[in-house]
């Protein structure tokens, strides 16, 4: 059975369809699907090269199809990023979990890396605020919760984040009140 006719029983639309790599990499970017199925033979572009564009740029998911079950491509196809691979024939029931795992763990993928991202700001804004803190108790004579009252009250009278001030107060300095 053809791979869009067994898609659009399972209740899936075919958005795009592409007869070589490049192409496919191009639709993907265009159309920004849900999933993107690619053979790993594929002409112009390989179907792993790809997958590892289309991965790399964070665009969907990728299943991989193919007649060849050889561990090596397994490997390369699993380091380019593709979310499931499966291997020619496969029937109905098989594509169906295929794309359930593939999508399901693309979006832990990507929640992973939005909270990494989010830990990550926090981190530098904690550290952009305990080198700020220094400044202005160095500087201004403050003690520590004082300093982080300034940035605070700073931040709302300027209409600006805490970690922007922080780092303005680490780049400029503070006046001493004798300056």
Do not use: C, N
Not at 29 to 41: A, F, G, S, T
Not at 71 to 86: N, T
Not at 127 to 140: I, S, Y
Request: net charge negative.
């Amino acid at each position: 059975m053809d791979l869009v006719e067994m898609l659009g029983e399972e209740g899936y639309d075919v958005v795009g369809q592409a007869g070589d790599g490049a192409r496919a990499v191009e639709l993907a970017e265009q159309l920004r699907p849900d999933l993107v199925i690619l053979d790993v033979k594929m002409p112009v572009l390989d179907g792993i090269a790809a997958a590892e564009s289309i991965a790399s740029r964070r665009i969907a998911p990728v299943v991989m199809l193919t007649a060849f079950s050889q561990r090596e491509l397994v490997e390369r196809a699993r380091d380019a990023g593709a979310m499931a691979y499966l291997v020619k024939p496969f029937t109905q029931s098989d594509l169906v979990p295929a794309i359930e795992m593939a999508v399901s763990r693309y979006a832990e993928v990507a929640a992973l890396e939005t909270e990494v991202a989010d830990l990550t700001e926090r981190l530098e804004t904690r550290k952009a605020l305990d080198r700020a803190k220094g400044v202005l108790q160095e500087r201004m004579g403050l003690t520590e919760p004082e300093a982080f009252r300034w940035i605070q009250k700073t931040a709302m009278d300027l209409r600006r984040s805490m970690r922007e001030v922080a780092e303005g107060v680490v780049t400029h300095g503070v006046a001493r009140p004798e300056e």
